[in-house]
């Protein structure tokens, strides 16, 4: 039983850990929100910095603007979706109420007390190898779809930050593109 026991303490004090890691995992989501509205108030400044400087419309700069804009435009709408989809609601697996399992391991206590002599099959019923074979279990349930929730959740936060990027870079040029046009401009008119 010496052997058991030993198998069920390292199995069950990994799956806490896990289990443990899981859960804060879930808080991870939240804190990268900043990173993406410090991004969004980024390109509003820049898009509101420009606006009333775009070049004549139907001209080549203006058709630049329009790619730029759709590009930014576009990539914002999928990072913002992502995110969304990201912090949407899911439902966490958790061990047992911690009453439950106090009421448990007492049980076990009993069972313990009354099964003083030892059974042939397995030798002697013991209340702590129970507990940590039914802490495992429950560990190893909850960590498992704990993890397929935030491996989603990271994809999409991935996703959402490369699409981030993306728009962030597409306003670069577009605000390049504005420069561009203007700074010819104003050199000839010299």
Not at 86 to 110: C, K, N, Q, T
């Amino acid at each position: 039983m010496t052997g058991v026991t030993s198998t069920l303490d390292h199995i069950e004090k990994t799956l806490a850990d896990a289990y443990r890691k899981e859960i804060d995992q879930e808080e991870n989501v939240w804190r990268s929100l900043p990173f993406f509205a410090a991004a969004l108030a980024l390109q509003l400044a820049a898009l509101f910095q420009i606006i009333d400087r775009l070049p004549p419309k139907w001209s080549g700069g203006w058709w630049d603007t329009v790619v730029w804009s759709s590009i930014a435009a576009l990539a914002t709408l999928t990072a913002v979706g992502f995110l969304m989809a990201s912090i949407f609601m899911a439902r966490f697996r958790y061990i047992a109420p911690e009453p439950e399992l106090l009421d448990y391991a007492e049980g076990l206590d009993l069972d313990e007390l009354q099964a003083a002599t030892p059974s042939p099959p397995g030798g002697r019923f013991s209340a702590v190898a129970k507990l940590k074979a039914t802490l495992a279990r429950q560990y190893a349930v909850a960590t498992h779809h704990n993890r397929q929730i935030n491996q989603r959740r990271a994809l999409w936060r991935s996703v959402a930050g490369l699409a981030t990027l993306v728009s962030v870079l597409a306003m670069l040029c577009l605000v390049t593109t504005v420069a561009w046009y203007y700074v010819p401009v104003a050199h000839r008119s010299n």
